[in-house]
């Protein structure tokens, strides 16, 4: 319920309801401990005002783990503007109409949030919330932006995918077989990276589309309903969160899980339960922070290209500390990548932070 949800640990919740076209926005700052608070903005029709502010409050949880343990200077915060009707649905002058809005909130919090693209949000939605706000990341690049987060995301994702597959003694991605759920720009990509790496691909969509392109390039497709009772090696989950509950961790055929998608378990109990059956996950925190490299990389930190490349890759090292600290632990990868947010987070690491 909307009283649950506001019984919440971040710092802030704004929300903003535009009567005209019937939409509600809600960003959340959960967290400005080392930096303004970022994360994107993403668009979809919630079933209630209720589930938009769960799923904010979580994203923008998962975007202060992503930059600490990424040792980006950020917080963590998100936007979701819970729309009347499915994205496609929209025309384009509504669309513009609450951007603007959005925009105008934004710019409100002076900068204590910035924020980028998310799920179904892209490089030219943030130069409309340009043309009111300047604490927009991922503007396009004409604009001045640093453009698509996808692609820095999905090397993240690979990186990571090869990591976990090594570490749950696979060996290589070669001749394995990977099973990609959501073909969309990270999930597109993570499917062309693993077919160069010599992996079987498994891809599943939603969108005919998408599944038929993935098809002529020879992938085998699976029906959306089926991919959690599809065996494979490694589950590349790329669409949305929220897939893995305690029932599918116990049934999943698979032997490994490393995706794209925020939020792939519902809650630590899923991850204890991978655990209990040796199935080794990449806390997606660690795995998809490609992106944030990317945006706060080039538009924050004065990177170039090569450098949010090597960061990016570095992500197969910062799992690989994970695994190491789950296994001498005996906890999950999660509670594991837990630990080493926290430390960064914790109090005693100010001066770290401040410097
Ligand atoms: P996208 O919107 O381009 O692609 C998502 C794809 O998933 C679409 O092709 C859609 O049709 C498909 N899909 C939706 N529901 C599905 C279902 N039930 N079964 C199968 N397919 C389904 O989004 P994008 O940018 O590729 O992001 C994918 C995920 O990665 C999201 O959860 C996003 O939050 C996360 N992520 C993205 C980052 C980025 O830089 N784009 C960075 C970090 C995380
Ligand atoms: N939405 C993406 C993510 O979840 C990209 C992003 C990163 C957007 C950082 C804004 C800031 O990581």
């Given at each position: 319920s909307i009283d649950d949800e506001l019984r919440?640990?971040?710092?802030l919740t704004v929300t903003r309801h535009d009567r005209e076209t019937d939409t509600t926005f809600v960003i959340r700052i959960d967290s400005t401990r080392l930096g303004p608070a970022s994360g994107g903005t993403r668009a979809a029709h919630y079933p209630s005002i209720g589930h938009a502010l769960a799923d904010a409050g979580k994203l923008a949880g998962a975007m202060t783990l992503k930059m600490a343990v990424s040792d980006l200077p950020m917080g963590g915060g998100k936007s979701v503007i819970a729309l009347p009707a499915p994205r496609n649905r929209i025309d384009s002058a509504t669309w513009t109409r609450i951007l603007d809005i959005h925009a105008e909130n934004i710019d409100k919090l002076e900068g204590n949030y910035w924020t980028g693209p998310d799920v179904n949000t892209n490089s030219s939605d943030m130069d409309q919330l340009s043309r009111i706000t300047k604490y927009v990341f991922g503007r396009s690049v004409d604009n001045g932006g640093a453009g698509s987060s996808a692609h820095a995301t999905a090397l993240g994702v690979f990186e990571a995918m090869k990591a976990t597959a090594r570490r749950r003694g696979l060996?290589?991605?070669?001749g394995r077989t990977v099973l990609v759920q959501g073909l969309g720009a990270v999930g597109g990509d993570v499917v062309r990276l693993a077919a160069q790496a010599g992996a079987r691909l498994l891809v599943a969509d939603t969108d005919p589309q998408r599944l038929e392109a993935a098809s002529l390039a020879g992938h085998t497709v699976v029906p959306a309903g089926e991919v959690l009772r599809t065996p494979c090696d490694l589950f590349a989950p790329c669409a949305m969160g929220g897939i893995i509950d305690s029932a599918a961790a116990a049934s999943i055929p698979t032997l490994a899980v490393a995706g794209a998608a925020n939020n792939i378990l519902t809650d630590a109990a899923a991850g204890a339960v991978l655990r209990s059956r040796g199935v080794l996950c990449a806390p997606d925190f660690v795995a998809n922070a490609g992106g944030a490299f990317h945006l706060v990389g080039r538009e924050?930190?004065?990177?170039?290209e090569d450098d949010v490349v090597e960061r990016t890759l570095g992500i197969g090292r910062t799992l690989d500390e994970v695994y190491s600290l789950s296994e001498e632990r005996g906890i999950t990868t999660e509670a594991a990548a837990l630990l080493l947010a926290r430390a960064r987070l914790s109090p005693a690491s100010a001066t770290a932070a401040a410097t």
């Open positions: 919440w640990d971040g710092e060996g290589t991605l070669d924050v930190l004065g990177w170039n």
